[in-house]
């Protein structure tokens, strides 16, 4: 993947989480840094099932090679950044990001030893 397609990138997770754009609040967009990012809030909560938006949302964060981070953003709101990725593979933790089925792997091996 390349940065090239940043914005058609961050639009897919924001399209698959939250149904479009047009459902977010107003997305800051940052460009002069490297990698590029938008930020917007959500008035919504984020569940895994029975709304499913941050099942959505992580999903296509992992399809899209994007890093979600959530913040809080005011009173009943939440800021979600978003930061492109370049790839799958890199010496930084920014300038990569696993697929969905590395980062499930991962999460159960942590989630293994932190049982035993």
Request: glycine letters at 8%; one cysteine or more.
């Amino acid at each position: 993947m390349t940065l090239q397609d940043a914005d058609t990138r961050l639009r897919a997770v924001v399209d698959l989480a939250f149904g479009g754009v047009h459902h977010v609040g107003k997305i800051t967009k940052y460009e002069d840094g490297s990698p590029p990012m938008w930020s917007f809030t959500v008035s919504e909560g984020l569940s895994t099932f029975d709304a499913s938006a941050l099942t959505r949302l992580v999903v296509a964060a992992h399809d899209q090679c994007v890093r979600v981070s959530i913040y809080p953003g005011g009173p009943r709101r939440l800021k979600v950044w978003l930061h492109v990725r370049p790839g799958r593979d890199g010496n930084y933790a920014s300038h990569r990001h696993p697929t969905m089925e590395t980062a499930i792997t991962t999460a159960r091996k942590i989630a293994s030893q932190m049982t035993t």
